[in-house]
T-cell receptor, first 115, second 112 residues
Framework: GAVVSQHPSWVICKSGTSVKIECRSL??????MFWYRQFPKQSLMLMAT?????????EQGVEKDKFLINHASLTLSTLTVTSAHPEDSSFYIC???????????FGPGTRLTVL | KQEVTQIPAALSVPEGENLVLNCSFT??????LQWFRQDPGKGLTSLLL?????REQTSGRLNASLDKSSGRSTLYIAASQPGDSATYLC???????????FGKGTKLSVIP
């Protein structure tokens, strides 16, 4: 089956620093990638949708200048949390969809802790 | 806006019991519905996907049903095992969209 990886699996950083999370589709070309955030005991909330080579579409309430998304190739998307603060601490999960299928394949997630 | 509700939020059962997890949604204009399993601190594992034209899907001890008219889906787990302990999420894909809307999940604990 299709595999999606994320790196790193966990990261701890100081407040004010920036953190980059990578999402890779290992055995298929991902025309669309999705970034979700999950707070404890909460559901996954879609942050943004990105198509290869174009700007990401952000959900309402998500700051595009704070959460920078780059989908530069068909196998890689990155999420950069800029000037991270403790309230950004969360579990970030990406998923990828390859054309023509509608199925989303999910990565294992990245635990971000901002001190 | 689609809203997805999962009840109960948590469930604890003894090993061997059959159980049902519930998912309800407000907008019946869905493309498909998917059940996922999430282990603590991990990503999602897809269990079953039901297209809007289907009524149910089965995989091993799992059976998922879909009733669009009533806005409900159930996940039936037969002969539960401790290894089934996890959080189960249902997610809906709307017609004309690639986005998934998730419920908050049901945390299942199967006691040996």
């Amino acid at each position: 089956g299709a595999v999606v990886s994320q790196h790193p699996s966990w990261v701890i950083c100081k407040s004010g620093t920036s953190v980059k999370i990578e999402c890779r589709s290992l055995d298929f070309q991902a025309t669309t990638m999705f970034w979700y955030r999950q707070f404890p005991k909460q559901s996954l909330m879609l942050m943004a949708t990105s198509n290869e080579g174009s700007k990401a579409t952000y959900e309402q309430g998500v700051e595009k200048d704070k959460f920078l998304i780059n989908h530069a190739s068909l196998t890689l998307s990155t999420l950069t949390v800029t000037s991270a603060h403790p309230e950004d601490s969360s579990f970030y999960i990406c998923s990828a969809r390859g054309s023509p299928t509608d199925t989303q394949y999910f990565g294992p997630g990245t635990r971000l802790t901002v001190l | 806006k689609q809203e997805v509700t999962q009840i109960p939020a948590a469930l604890s059962v003894p090993e061997g019991e059959n159980l049902v997890l519930n998912c309800s949604f407000t907008d019946s204009a869905i493309y498909n519905l998917q059940w996922f399993r999430q282990d603590p601190g991990k990503g999602l594992t897809s269990l079953l996907l039901i297209q809007s034209s289907q009524r149910e899907q089965t995989s091993g001890r799992l059976n998922a049903s879909l009733d669009k008219s009533s806005g409900r889906s159930t996940l039936y787990i037969a002969a539960s095992q401790p290894g089934d302990s996890a959080t189960y999420l249902c997610a809906l894909k709307g017609a004309g969209s690639y986005q998934l809307t998730f419920g908050k999940g049901t945390k299942l604990s199967v006691i040996p």
